[in-house]
């Protein structure tokens, strides 16, 4: 089998749409047994003016912390870039019919972080080397609970309710920073691959 490697990522933003800010970015890098190969986790400097000031606090965002510990932009995107290339492994054909290789991504909500990523690497004038779809924990928990009857779903599908659900710790207190979301998002992953993996198995039939 090959080496079919996934990145998780989650991100911290400064307001809900693809214009604004990208502040933290975390990723998990695993293998096709979901061992951690490496993960990465950076804070990123940004223009107060394009933030909005209700997502800062959601995003437990400290102005002394990033100060202290926050990067540029374009260094951190440059960790990022690198990351994915060590990681690719899905391959993509060029316009001009080369076959080359990008990462495939995983976030829990896809298509929020894809958004930010490509408006990100787009005002940089930077190629994502990722696959454009998004592998999504949020999307795959629905189909989950439609597929298996046996099991109540949850009130919602946040990345906290699914957590608190199958068993995976994310406790109040370290939601909405980005290497404990990824974190939480590779062992919802994990979780929810088991409880599939359960349902596929043959019942055990006592002898006779």
């Not at 090959?2 to 890098?29: C, H, M, N, Q, S």
């Not at 019919?97 to 894809?114: K, T």
């Not at 949020?138 to 949850?154: C, G, M, N, V």
């Amino acid at each position: 089998m090959p080496d079919e490697r996934l990145v998780f990522v989650d991100l911290e933003t400064a307001g809900l749409k693809p214009w604004r800010p990208i502040i933290e970015i975390a990723a998990i890098a695993v293998d096709s047994n979901q061992r951690e190969l490496e993960r990465f986790e950076a804070k990123i400097q940004f223009e107060r003016k394009f933030a909005n000031a209700k997502s800062l606090r959601k995003a437990s965002y400290s102005p002394q912390r990033w100060e202290k510990e926050a990067k540029p932009a374009g260094d951190v995107m440059k960790e990022f870039t690198d990351l994915l290339r060590r990681h690719a492994t899905v391959d993509q054909l060029s316009a001009k019919g080369r076959v080359f290789r990008v990462a495939q991504l995983v976030a829990h909500n896809g298509v929020f972080d894809g958004a930010f990523l490509s408006a990100w690497y787009d005002r940089y004038d930077e190629f994502l080397p990722a696959s454009p779809r998004v592998f999504c924990t949020l999307q795959r928990a629905i189909w989950l609970f439609h597929e298996d009857k046996s099991l109540t779903p949850p009130p919602d599908f946040s990345l906290r309710t699914l957590c608190h659900y199958f068993g995976v710790s994310l406790r109040a207190c370290e939601a909405h920073e980005a290497l404990n979301d990824v974190r939480a998002t590779v062992d919802l992953y994990r979780a929810i691959a088991q409880h599939r993996q359960s349902m596929m198995r043959p019942p055990l039939h006592a002898c006779g």
